[in-house]
């Protein structure tokens, strides 16, 4: 787990750098939208004044002209304080260093989850911006993973079983097709009908903002209206993952039908329901269960298409912003938090599955 999270941050540091990137400055390869902006205005205006020129009339234009003129002002103002800002960012965190010294400081800052302060919302931490969000989108993608993984094993169990009835190995072939449709496209499916025709649920955003009694935290009006408004993108992950998890067990169930312990179950005359839920989907759920700790980087990937939809507070939504912000560390730091999310999945997966399967304890007795 731990070389996993120093290669991804190794990468993570070096490769910006590669390409002679500042992390300091807003731009990659061109202006800062606030230089863009000055460089705009400054082009109108020196067609302004060339129309003017060649104008006979100048009184209504005087007025406008030098309006604007003030506005490139305050905008220059505007863009030395964002240098003045950036330079003390750079100051900070020792960007002028030598890459190796810069290394060295950012491995250790790592090692405490010193992700530095935001671009964006200098001088804040990075950490704790993406902390707030990151409640959002574990409570979202944990509550809809484990309830995709439940109802998808169980129906691709059911539906890979020979004794099962025919009528519900077809009622869940909906499920199998829904696992192709994108996650955003299921979200807007699920606004379009939901929310906007029928009024069921609220358009977007992670609460009620237009409530002005309604006070974020640990309140009852506060959750009720939170969960209120996460059922729609829950609803979205749910489908678009639960024929995923269909599709994989009812595979696994079909292909233990031949084994040894089936076989020997069915020759000592057990139930059926016990052979379904003892023999044949308690073997199968392991590979599920690998499966689900690989997952996770996908899932969070779809989250974010999710949270960009919905208007989700969550880390999509926010790296969303960092990106359209060209905000770097907060785009590195969230990077590296999903990074550590997932090696730390698939270290309770290596912890997990010998609990799961007295096998592997066997082998490593």
Do not use: C
Request: no cysteine; proline share 5%; charged share 15%.
């Amino acid at each position: 787990m731990l070389l996993i999270i120093w290669a991804s941050a190794t990468v993570m540091f070096f490769v910006p750098r590669q390409f002679g990137l500042n992390p300091s400055k807003a731009g990659l390869f061109t202006p800062s939208p606030e230089v863009q902006r000055i460089r705009e205005i400054e082009s109108q205006l020196a067609e302004e004044l060339a129309r003017l020129d060649s104008e006979a009339s100048r009184d209504g234009a005087i007025d406008e002209l030098e309006e604007q003129r003030l506005r490139l002002q305050r905008d220059l103002i505007s863009e030395n304080e964002r240098r003045s800002t950036r330079t003390a960012f750079e100051l900070q965190f020792g960007f002028g260093d030598p890459q190796i010294v810069q290394y060295r400081k950012y491995i250790f800052a790592l090692a405490t989850f010193d992700l530095g302060a935001s671009q964006r919302f200098f001088p804040v931490s990075v950490f704790d911006v993406i902390r707030n969000s990151l409640y959002w989108t574990l409570g979202l993608v944990g509550v809809a993973t484990v309830i995709a993984f439940v109802m998808g094993s169980l129906a691709g169990g059911i539906m890979g079983w020979p004794g099962s009835p025919r009528f519900l190995r077809w009622a869940f072939t909906p499920l199998m097709a829904a696992s192709s449709i994108p996650y955003y496209l299921l979200g807007w499916i699920l606004i379009w009908f939901l929310a906007f025709r029928w009024g069921l649920f609220p358009l977007g955003g992670g609460w009620n903002t237009f409530d002005p009694l309604l006070e974020p935290g640990w309140n009852i009006p506060f959750i009720l209206s939170a969960l209120h408004h996460s059922v729609l993108p829950a609803l979205a992950v749910i489908i678009a993952t639960t024929g995923f998890w269909t599709v994989t067990m009812r595979g696994l169930m079909v292909n233990m039908q031949g084994d040894d312990f089936m076989v020997f179950a069915a020759a000592k005359g057990l139930k059926p329901r016990r052979m379904f839920f003892a023999y044949g989907l308690r073997n199968a759920i392991l590979p599920q269960v690998t499966g689900l700790a690989a997952s996770v980087s996908s899932l969070l990937t779809g989250v974010l298409l999710v949270e960009l939809v919905f208007d989700y507070p969550g880390i999509g939504f926010l790296f969303w912003q960092s990106i359209r912000q060209r905000d770097v560390t907060m785009m590195t730091g969230i990077a590296f938090v999903v990074t550590v999310l997932v090696a730390v999945a698939l270290l309770l997966l290596d912890l997990l599955l010998p609990l799961l399967d007295p096998r592997i304890r066997d082998e490593q007795d």
